[in-house]
Structure formats: structure tokens, C-alpha cells
């Protein structure tokens, strides 16, 4: 199994936060030794590692079950902002994941884990049960990406926060409102300066992702994405959304070359 993490490393702690406009208030504040003694119900599942596609036993606490005791101090209408959780490790990476996909699937922050005699443990890890809830591969979302390890933080927001320069004005085409939700929920955890370059074309960003290739020259870290299947219907809808963005945010149409920053 390839590593991550073992017992004698200095015991990390995930801290849980509230973030809407310039507030961010911390909720909530545990070490992996915290974790283990919290009377929430564990869950068990064996789950394929992404790294190495080995099958995993992981244990841990359902996402959701972690939002409840962390927003549990907070008004209803504070609560009922949040519909974005933002995950980030301690080398500063994020990702970005749906309150309403934790709700549908039982993700869950993994304190321990194994596929051997050997129990492994040290720090957290977002675990995807995309293999005991294999439905959760159609959800058109970037599952790999989900895997995180070494969490040190969840802040619990919204996409208005955190992504309201890329959300379209006019919210009348489905179209359009569709191919925003598979560019925002999808790509601005990595391409988040993508509508400010025209670096790249729409064709070319198309081909590497539909081969899952990123070449040496390419940005550091780009993971290989395998759980995303896209074909042209949900390319055209990305167009439409780029092209409405577009028209929204430049002084003419003719001055828009359908162009991506990788």
C-alpha cells in the first residue's frame, strides 16, 4: 500500500470553519486522538485507494455527521447558507465538494485505515465510497480529487462566496446554468484563473482531459482525473456557459475566442 501516513508522526489537528462573506469564525478544533474519542457513530468501508486502485479498509466519521456537530451552535438561517465544503491539507491544496453530494453519499473523514494486518493512522483522510456505492461514478464530479490526505482544514461556505465572479447574472438558460455547474463543480479547484487567459483553447483543454494526459510541461500537480466521462453534449454545454460568461463580462462578443488557462 503506499503510504499515507503512519503512527509516529506528530499528531496533526483538523479545525472546522464558517465562512460567508469576510466572517470566518472557527467551529470546531480536534486532534486525531480528539477524533477517535468523539461519541459520534464510526463508519467502516472498504474502499479502492486512488493512488494505487488497492482496496482499503477505512474508518472514520460521515461528513455529514461532522457538519452537524460543527454548525450545531449556529442560527438556522447561518446553517442554512452553507451548501459548500472546501477541503484543504497541509501542503495548502483544496478541494472543493457539495454539502448535497455528502448528503446523497456517505463520505467520510478517515482517521484509520488498512489492507493488511497493519492498522495505519496519523492524520485525515477523505475517503469516496465509490466503490460500495459505485452510483456515485455518474455524478460527473472529479472523485480522484476528493481523496484527500492530510487534512488540516474543512470550511463549511457557499458557491456564492467563494465563486461569485464566476457565476452567470442572467440565470434564465438551463443550458447555460448547466454548463456553469460542471465547470464550477469540477474544474475551479485547479482552474481557477481559467477565465482570464487565452492561453488555451477549448479543443485542446478537451483532448487533454478526455486522454487524462498532462505533460511534463504542464502545471505541477495536475491530478489524472479517470472518474469524469464526458462526451460532446457536455462540452457544448460548457461552451454555452463560457460564451454567456463571456458576453457578461467583455465589452463585445467578437472580442471572445473560446480560450481556457490550463
Given amino acids: 500500500m503506499q ?28 486532534s486525531v486522538e480528539e477524533f477517535q474519542a468523539l461519541s459520534l457513530k464510526r463508519k467502516k468501508s472498504r474502499e479502492r485507494n486512488p493512488k494505487d ?36 491539507d497541509d501542503q495548502g491544496r483544496s478541494v472543493t465538494v457539495s454539502r448535497a453530494l455528502t448528503i446523497k453519499y456517505p463520505l467520510f473523514l478517515a482517521d484509520r485505515w488498512s489492507d493488511g494486518p497493519q492498522l495505519e493512522r496519523g492524520h485525515f483522510v477523505c475517503v469516496v465510497p465509490w466503490t460500495s456505492c459505485p452510483k456515485i461514478l455518474k455524478e460527473e464530479v472529479p472523485l ?17 462566496d467563494r465563486f461569485s465572479e464566476y457565476l452567470l447574472k442572467k440565470r434564465t438558460d ?65 461552451e454555452r456557459y463560457w460564451e454567456d460568461y463571456a458576453l457578461e463580462n467583455t465589452s463585445s462578443k467578437a472580442s471572445w475566442e473560446r480560450r481556457i488557462n490550463l
Fill in 3 to 30: 503510504s499515507w501516513g503512519n503512527g509516529h508522526s506528530a499528531m496533526p489537528t483538523l479545525k472546522l470553519f464558517w465562512k460567508i462573506g469576510q466572517v470566518r469564525r472557527e467551529l470546531k478544533s480536534w
Fill in 174 to 238: 438551463p443550458g447555460s446554468m448547466r454548463g456553469e455547474r460542471l465547470f464550477v463543480e469540477n474544474c475551479l479547484s485547479c482552474h481557477h484563473t481559467a477565465m482570464r487567459s487565452p492561453r488555451w483553447s477549448l479543443d485542446l483543454f478537451n483532448q487533454k482531459h478526455s486522454l487524462g494526459f498532462f505533460s511534463s510541461s504542464e502545471k505541477v500537480g495536475s491530478p489524472l482525473i479517470q472518474s469524469i466521462h464526458w462526451d460532446s453534449k457536455h462540452w457544448k454545454l460548457l
Fill in 144 to 160: 480522484e480529487m476528493y481523496f484527500l490526505s492530510k487534512l488540516v482544514s474543512i470550511e463549511f461556505t457557499s458557491y456564492q
Fill in 53 to 88: 486502485g488497492k482496496l482499503v479498509e477505512w474508518s472514520g466519521v460521515l461528513v455529514t455527521q461532522l457538519l452537524e456537530e460543527a454548525l450545531a451552535p449556529l442560527a438556522l438561517e447561518q446553517k442554512a447558507l452553507i451548501d459548500l465544503l472546501v477541503l484543504t
